[in-house]
Every structure is written in structure tokens, then in C-alpha cells.
């Protein structure tokens, strides 16, 4: 880890929650020194988009083995349900959602993936109409209900993604929204990965190639799934508040896009072996609560036959 990462991560050490992204104030400024330490990630580096289209999984997360060890909670079962090709057309919407070029159309892509997902394991999500605002307020009840794993995706996180559209909430805060959320349930991860990587390359997503978009997908999502696995369902809030932390210290330096999830998996690292550390960041938000909160309702639904059902928002 470099003096810059080190510097991270002892902001981290330190940081009030309750401020959430907040470092020092002033005496941030002493850290200004061991920025020089960080030319390696310069734009004209070995960090070329075209190498990341031959990114390779095992190698590029070989440094976290080191952490299994750890892995005594059994909070990722339901994540490991998914298959091969469904993991793989997954990565693809969620890539495709990072290309948005603005925060309304990237939630809009997001949330319209996961429906074309979820159609095929659940066929009644067909009869409920197209409009964003109706699949968050119907489908998601729903989809919950129904077994299979994109299914409970599109349940889960229907209701949470209306909410933070309808309140035009920022990229910031619906990670918060979303980290908390899976808290619950944890095959959202995926979704909160995504959100993660948005939220550290922005607009800049739209001039990626489909591999490099893919590519920080992966990473966030094997980030967010080793947090899980090594510190239970709760560290997960840890993400956000790293995500936010790397962004502020890297806005002051031209830092490409695709260097800042190295940056977050590898403050992850270190972090993760701080127990107490994950403890104090893993403190709720309750904006976040607030808005997960919301989400939830109780609806009714008729299904052809004629059958109502009625769900009560959990």
C-alpha cells in the first residue's frame, strides 16, 4: 500500500462518523505531502484503458486470499446462488447502467436492467406496466415474494430506487440507501457495487469502454462481497463512507477513473483487518434508515384469474 493509501486509511481511522464523508479540516492539509507518492496512477501510465480489457479476476484479486481466513459467516450463501450465465448477463445490465451520462439516466438504466432481468424468473412482472414509477410501487412487492435470486433483486431493490428517484436524490446518497438496504438483504450487493463505481467515475463511465465498465463492476462487486464475508452483512456501510473518502482525496489530483476502485479495494484490505475500525464505520445512517424506511409499503396487486394479492412492505 502506498503512502497515499496510507494516508487514506489513517483518515479513515480517525473520521466521525456521524459526519459520514467528513476528513480533518485544516489539518487535512499535512497530508498534501505524500500526494508526489502517487504519480504512479498518473493518466499516461500503465494504467491505459486497453489494458484493463484484459483484466483478469484471479489475478487482479489475489491480494485479498490473504483474508480468508476470516470468512466465518455465512452472510454471502444467497449471493453464491447465482449461476454462471446469470452472474455474467448481470455484470452486462449493470456495465451498460455506468455508461449513463447523467444520475437520472443511469438509475433509469439500473433500474430497467434489473426488471429485464427478473422478467425471465418471473413471468408475471410482464403484466405490470412499463412505467418506472408503477414497477417501483408493484413489481417490487411482488418480485420479492418469488424464490429465484434476479427475482428477489428486482423485489428488493424496486422500492428503494423509486423512492431515491422520486426524491431526485444524488449518486452519494442512494449508495448510502442501498448499502443499507442490503444490510437486509444481501443479494443486493450487486446493485450497491454498481452504485460504489458510479459513484467514483461519475459521467466519465459514458467514455469507457463496455470491458472497463465491466471491469469496475467486478471490482466493486468483489469488494462489497469480501467486506461481507469477512465482517458480517453490517460492513457493508463501511463502502460508502471509503467510496466517499477516495473521492475526496483523489479530486485534487487527475487520477483516471479506473484507478479509484484499486484505490477502494485496497483501503478495504486494510481496513477490514481493523475490527474496530470496521465497527465504528459501520454505523448506521439514518438518512439512509430513513429512506429504506419509506420504501417500504403495504400494496395490492390483481393477477389474471382474477386473484388479489396484498403485500405488506417489510
Not at 181 to 209: C, D, E, F, H
Not at 215 to 223: D, G, H, I, L, R
Request: hydrophobic content about 40%.
Amino acid at each position: 500500500m502506498s503512502a497515499y493509501e496510507e494516508d487514506l486509511y489513517d483518515d479513515l481511522a480517525y473520521e466521525d462518523v456521524e459526519g459520514a464523508t467528513d476528513f480533518y479540516d485544516d489539518e487535512g492539509d499535512e497530508f498534501e505531502s505524500y500526494e508526489d507518492e502517487f504519480d504512479e496512477f498518473d493518466e499516461d501510465d500503465a494504467y491505459a484503458e486497453s489494458e484493463f480489457d484484459e483484466f483478469d479476476e484471479y489475478e487482479e484479486f489475489a491480494a485479498m486470499d490473504e483474508f480468508d481466513e476470516f470468512d466465518e459467516y455465512d452472510e454471502m450463501d444467497e449471493f453464491e446462488a447465482f449461476d454462471e450465465y446469470d452472474e455474467d448477463e448481470m455484470d452486462e445490465m449493470l456495465a451498460y447502467a455506468l455508461g449513463a451520462e447523467d444520475t437520472d439516466e443511469f438509475f433509469k438504466r439500473l433500474f430497467r436492467g434489473i426488471k429485464r432481468v427478473a422478467k425471465k424468473a418471473a413471468p408475471v412482472f410482464r403484466k405490470i406496466g412499463k412505467g418506472i414509477g408503477k414497477v417501483a410501487r408493484v413489481a417490487g412487492p411482488i418480485l420479492s415474494k418469488i424464490p429465484h435470486p434476479y427475482a428477489q433483486i428486482g423485489g428488493r431493490v424496486a422500492g428503494v430506487l423509486g423512492r431515491l428517484m422520486a426524491d431526485g436524490a444524488s449518486e452519494d446518497e442512494a449508495l448510502d440507501a442501498m448499502a443499507e438496504y442490503a444490510v437486509q438483504n444481501p443479494r443486493a450487493l450487486p446493485v450497491v457495487a454498481t452504485i460504489a463505481a458510479r459513484s467514483l467515475i461519475s459521467r466519465k463511465g459514458a467514455r469507457l469502454s463496455k470491458p472497463a465498465r465491466k471491469q469496475a463492476v467486478k471490482q466493486m462487486k468483489a469488494t462489497a462481497k469480501k467486506l461481507v464475508q469477512t465482517r458480517g452483512r453490517k460492513a457493508i456501510r463501511v463502502l460508502p463512507r471509503i467510496v466517499k473518502s477516495v473521492k475526496r482525496k483523489t479530486a485534487v489530483r487527475n487520477v483516471p477513473p479506473m484507478v479509484k476502485p484499486k484505490i477502494v479495494r485496497r483501503t478495504v484490505a486494510k481496513v477490514i483487518r481493523k475490527p474496530a475500525i470496521v465497527q465504528k464505520l459501520s454505523r448506521p445512517s439514518m438518512l439512509a434508515k430513513k429512506i429504506v424506511k419509506r420504501s417500504a409499503r403495504s400494496f395490492s396487486y390483481t393477477t389474471p384469474g382474477p386473484t388479489k394479492i396484498t403485500i405488506s412492505g417489510a
